[in-house]
């Protein structure tokens, strides 16, 4: 990083990009961002024929260029996951939630899901293939993958994994019993793909109708947004669950405030978020 680059964006840009992102996305990034700014945005910049950052943020003031707009927040969102992420959570589902959602509704009424926050989709499907293996297919549930970015959720939908990605928390047995090759990468055979839905959708909306799910996925997201922004979440989250249904979060990110709406519980090594 030369500080050449990190000077590049000057103050009111970088000011403007701060408001920008919140305003989009609720993403806080604080003063000291400067290289990711910039790192993050100069393709951007070059992949609409302009030479800098400062000179994107002349375009985004104009407010002409919808599509500047969604790729500058899209940028500035970080994507990272991978397949059963924090697999105490996958043993909780499989080994707790399962167990007494199929005592409570044997026959009728799908068991619903949702990875909020989905980003490439390892979340989503790697509960779908927990489910296949605890023989449970589509007919049975439902799954709802959303995410802000609509360029995650094209990869998603695509089910195309590299290898690297499928090195990540995924067992050979797994990736061998429901993957295929294709060219280098994997693909995700049908029968978990259509398990999964993907749409996109700003946490800060509410989905309340799209409810009641047994399970919401929330996890490591809620560490890009303030206080107010997480409570406000956190209570809509509340909304589209079932009574007693569960509210995962990344291990980072502890629901302080929320005791109204969740009952804290651990579930082996991992702690549940249960709906009051
Ligand atoms: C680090 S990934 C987490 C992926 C997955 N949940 C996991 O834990 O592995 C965070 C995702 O949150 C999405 N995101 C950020 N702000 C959002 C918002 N306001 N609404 C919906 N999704 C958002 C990003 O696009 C990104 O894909």
Redesign the pocket.
Known sequence: MSSGSMASIDGGNYRFLQEYVYSR???VLDSNKHYLFESRLSPVARQFGLETVNELCVLLREGREVEVGRHVV?AM??????FF?EPGHYDAIRTKLLPRLRKERPSAGRLRFW?????TG??AYSLAMLLREEGLGEGETQILG????TQ?LERARSGRYQQIEVNRGLPASLLVKYFSRLGVDWQLNGEVRRMVQFES????QSMRLRGPFDLV?????MI?FDAETKKKILRELHGTLARGGWLLL?GAEPAFGAEEWFEREMVGNVTVYVAR
């Open positions: 996305a609720g993403i899209e969102t970080t994507n990272e996951t991978y992420r990875s909020a926050a989905a980003s390892q979340e959303t995410d802000l970015s995650v959708a700003d946490l800060r996925f929330c996890r490591n997201v890009y990344g």
